[in-house]
């Protein structure tokens, strides 16, 4: 049975003028594992998606967020994020060169996220059931964390 409009609207992304899906990941940087998955329809941003999911994470731990999360210090205040430049504040060479480092540290985050889109059923056009995205994201989390420690 076809959603309703109303139903159709919160799975609507007006960014990319499609039905989306979006996952985020809590990965461990050190050890390369994937921690937690949470998934969500397509119109949410992505603090107020951490907020949902439920993810509590120990104080004392750094997050590291995009340059889109610089309001991720509200919730978590050991948290690094990118700086931003404009034309009235450019970066100073102590801000890029952090920004060189962060953006290294965060490469391995994105390999494990290569790793998963290896897949191809969240690489490309979900088709299947809504209610089983999460399940299908939690398993194939569970084959790439199981195929990071044989390998290792």
């Given at each position: ?7 159709q609207?919160r ?10 899906l979006k ?10 594992m994937?921690?937690c998955?949470?998934?969500a ?13 439920g993810?509590?994470v ?6 590291i967020?995009d ?7 509200r ?5 690094i994020t990118p ?9 100073t060479p102590e801000?890029?060169?952090e920004n060189r480092?962060?953006?290294s ?9 290569r790793q998963?889109?290896?897949f191809r059923?969240l ?14 994201v ?7 964390n199981?195929?990071?420690t044989?390998?290792?």
């Amino acid at each position: 049975m076809p959603f309703c409009p109303r139903q159709q609207r919160r799975w609507y992304s007006g960014k990319k003028k499609r039905h989306t899906l979006k996952t985020q990941l809590v990965i461990n940087v050190a050890t390369h594992m994937i921690m937690c998955v949470a998934t969500a329809f397509g119109s949410m941003h992505d603090l107020i998606r951490l907020r949902h999911s439920g993810v509590h994470v120990h104080r004392e731990t750094a997050l590291i967020g995009d340059a889109g999360d610089q309001s991720i210090w509200r919730d978590h205040g050991h948290s690094i994020t990118p700086y931003k430049d404009s034309k009235a504040n450019p970066l100073t060479p102590e801000e890029r060169q952090e920004n060189r480092v962060l953006a290294s540290t965060r490469l391995r985050v994105d390999h494990v996220i290569r790793q998963l889109k290896i897949f191809r059923v969240l690489k490309d056009v979900y088709r299947h059931r809504k209610r089983r995205f999460s399940l299908r994201v939690n398993l194939i989390a569970a084959l790439c964390n199981h195929s990071n420690t044989t390998t290792t």
